[in-house]
T-cell receptor, first 109, second 115 residues
Framework: GQNIDQPTEMTATEGAIVQINCTYQTSGFNGLFWYQQHAGEAPTFLSYNVLDGLEEKGRFSSFLSRSKGYSYLLLKELQMKDSASYLCAAMDSNYQLIWGAGTKLIIKP | DTAVSQTPKYLVTQMGNDKSIKCEQNLGHDTMYWYKQDSKKFLKIMFSYNNKELIINETVPNRFSPKSPDKAHLNLHINSLELGDSAVYFC??????????????FGPGTRLLVL
């Protein structure tokens, strides 16, 4: 079956760095997405990886290892506004997004 | 300007009623989606439409029916509402389902509560 695993909740300190991991199992693979969802709001796109390696975009970076079925989202210089859920989603061979349940990130001062 | 809009934002109704949720996108995208996000926060794809053609139809109850009058609109009609239908329903759009790098843009969500 198809499955996405990510931690349910993480806590980090303002100004610090946090890494949110995601493992996936899909029928075929057409890329890995990360979305941010603030409470009561819609998911918004953060990053997309389809090749192995690290993609850096400002304070956020995303890494992919296709052989390991593994990705992580790295958030640097954490700010209070980064408190949100981070959703990992893998696209299968039918171009369908398989979503994880999200990791709730709590930032403390 | 709102890219993907949904109405209503909140919907409270009784079991057994029929209701519709509307979605519109002004991005010129070819593909639109309906997702259900339950209390455990899983996003589950329900339907997607590409150029008015249904191309993904997950095993959702046939009480749910998508209707697309044109490629900018994908409405969701629900018959005989049940308690388990309570959830947040998100509409989304992307340029082309088969272009794998295409980002999906989400509407603000419709919070449905069935009493």
């Amino acid at each position: 079956g198809q499955n996405i695993d990510q931690p349910t909740e993480m806590t980090a300190t303002e100004g610090a760095i946090v890494q949110i991991n995601c493992t996936y199992q899909t029928s075929g693979f057409n890329g890995l997405f990360w979305y941010q969802q603030h409470a009561g709001e819609a998911p918004t796109f953060l990053s997309y990886n389809v090749l192995d390696g690290l993609e850096e975009k400002g304070r956020f970076s995303s890494f992919l290892s296709r052989s390991k079925g593994y990705s992580y989202l790295l958030l640097k210089e954490l700010q209070m506004k980064d408190s949100a859920s981070y959703l990992c989603a893998a696209m299968d061979s039918n171009y369908q997004l398989i979503w994880g349940a999200g990791t709730k990130l709590i930032i403390k001062p | 300007d709102t890219a993907v809009s949904q109405t209503p934002k909140y919907l409270v109704t009784q079991m057994g009623n029929d209701k519709s949720i509307k979605c519109e996108q002004n991005l010129g995208h070819d593909t639109m989606y309906w997702y259900k996000q339950d209390s455990k926060k899983f996003l589950k794809i329900m339907f997607s439409y590409n150029n008015k053609e249904l191309i993904i139809n997950e095993t959702v109850p046939n009480r749910f029916s998508p209707k697309s009058p044109d490629k900018a609109h994908l409405n969701l009609h629900i018959n005989s509402l049940e308690l388990g239908d309570s959830a947040v329903y998100f509409c989304a759009s992307s340029q082309d389902l088969r272009e794998y790098q295409e980002t999906q843009y989400f509407g603000p969500g419709t919070r449905l509560l069935v009493l």
